[in-house]
């Protein structure tokens, strides 16, 4: 059974500050996807990485890829109260894309 | 384009009776997926389906429930003879192809008294 261990699980920071939130697996992946998710909705997909090592940037978020495909990081700057949710990553395996494994998800709150 | 659309958003039921969530998948989109979020918990896979075929049904639960997704209309997650512990929050999501992203909708959230 694949794993997805996401940390810290719960994570409030002052308006302005960086963080970094951590996706991690025993398992390898052939592409991983973080999704944002509001109270009473279902996850919106914030960004997929698929190459080892890979880095994608949405602005004020940087996604990066493990090498051996088995973590990922988030890292956000200059957060802001709008940025306050649930962040899930999610692995797809090697033999497709259509079983997502969830992790356990970091709910972050920002301090205006 | 509209997105992946989810009804009922709310179902409430008492135990024994049946609860069916719809999803229609988002335009051009034929393959669904359904996913249970308990509370507290993380999302969980339960089926995979293309038009008329299901293709990975290893997560869903032995008995009482049953997912299709016919040639024409939505796909239909169905529960039969509802228990407290199937209360949950039910996402629907829809990719292009098989290996292509899941864009989910919003889900329905089933509570059984």
């Known amino acids: 059974t694949q794993l997805l261990e996401q940390s810290p699980q719960f994570l409030s920071i002052q308006e302005g500050e960086n963080l970094t939130v951590y996706c991690n697996s025993s398992?390898?992946?052939?592409?991983l996807q973080w999704y944002r998710q509001e109270p009473g909705e279902g996850p919106v997909l914030l960004v997929t990485?698929?190459?080892?090592?890979e880095v994608k940037k949405l602005k004020r978020l940087t996604f990066q890829f493990g090498d051996a495909r088995k973590d990922s990081s988030l890292h956000i700057t200059a957060a802001q109260p709008g940025d306050t949710g649930l962040y899930l990553c999610?692995?797809?395996?090697?033999?497709?894309?259509?079983?997502?494994?969830f992790g356990t998800g970091t709910r972050l709150t920002i301090i205006p | 384009n509209a997105g992946v659309m989810q009804n009922p958003r709310h179902l409430v039921r008492r135990r024994g009776q049946e609860a069916r969530l719809r999803c229609s998948p988002m335009?051009?989109?034929?393959?669904v997926y359904w996913y249970r979020q308990l509370p507290e918990e993380g999302l969980k896979f339960m089926v995979y389906?293309?038009?008329?075929?299901?293709?990975?049904e290893s997560g869903m639960p032995k008995e009482r429930f049953s997912a299709e997704f016919p040639k024409e209309g939505p796909s239909i997650l169905r529960i039969q003879q509802v228990v407290r512990g199937d209360s949950a929050a039910y996402f629907c999501?829809?990719?292009?192809?098989?290996?292509?992203?899941?864009?989910f909708g919003p889900g329905t959230r089933l509570t059984v008294l």
């Open positions: 999501a829809s990719s292009e192809d098989y290996n292509n992203e899941q864009f």
């Open positions: 398992s390898v992946f052939s592409s």
């Open positions: 990485v698929v190459t080892g090592g």
């Open positions: 999610a692995g797809a395996s090697n033999f497709g894309n259509e079983k997502l494994t």
């Open positions: 335009k051009g989109h034929s393959h």
């Open positions: 389906l293309q038009k008329e075929n299901i293709i990975d």
